[in-house]
Each structure stands twice: as structure tokens, then as C-alpha cells.
């Protein structure tokens, strides 16, 4: 399974609540905003993962160079 990026979830998101408020049926539009709003949700929490991954990495490579020296 390839992981998505928190682009990609935003992407996904958007085009879900663009559907939510396009829907002809006025009864599926709540339920079609709450999937729209729980993609963008995890966006938000994806980025966070990509902050901290990216992080992790950058200490790990000033760790390297500091060790080196």
C-alpha cells in the first residue's frame, strides 16, 4: 500500500467538499461534508507526521556531521 502525502490528502479533501456542496440531494450533504472535513483532518495530521519525520532526519544529519568532526 503507498502512502499518501499530506498534499495529496488535502487534494483528496477538497474535491470532497466541492462534492458535499455540489450534492442534489440535501440530505447527503452533511454526511458528505463530515467525509469531506475528516480528509482534510487527516491532512492536517499527515503534515504533522511529514514535520516531524522531516525533523528527525535533519538532527540525524547534524548528529553525523558533528561526529565526523
Not at 490528502?9 to 456542496?21: I, L, N, P, S, T
Not at 450534492?23 to 507526521?49: C, G, I, K, N, Y
Given at each position: 500500500?503507498?502512502?499518501?502525502?499530506?498534499?495529496?490528502?488535502?487534494?483528496?479533501?477538497?474535491?470532497?467538499?466541492?462534492?458535499?456542496?455540489?450534492?442534489?440531494?440535501?440530505?447527503?450533504?452533511?454526511?458528505?461534508?463530515?467525509?469531506?472535513?475528516?480528509?482534510?483532518?487527516?491532512?492536517?495530521?499527515?503534515?504533522?507526521?511529514?514535520?516531524?519525520?522531516?525533523?528527525?532526519?535533519?538532527?540525524?544529519?547534524?548528529?553525523a556531521?558533528?561526529?565526523?568532526?
Amino acid at each position: 500500500m503507498a502512502l499518501r502525502t499530506s498534499a495529496e490528502y488535502h487534494d483528496m479533501g477538497e474535491r470532497k467538499m466541492a462534492e458535499a456542496m455540489s450534492a442534489s440531494d440535501p440530505l447527503l450533504q452533511p454526511e458528505l461534508r463530515a467525509v469531506a472535513l475528516a480528509w482534510l483532518e487527516l491532512a492536517e495530521q499527515v503534515e504533522e507526521l511529514e514535520i516531524v519525520k522531516q525533523a528527525k532526519a535533519d538532527l540525524a544529519t547534524l548528529a553525523a556531521r558533528a561526529k565526523g568532526k
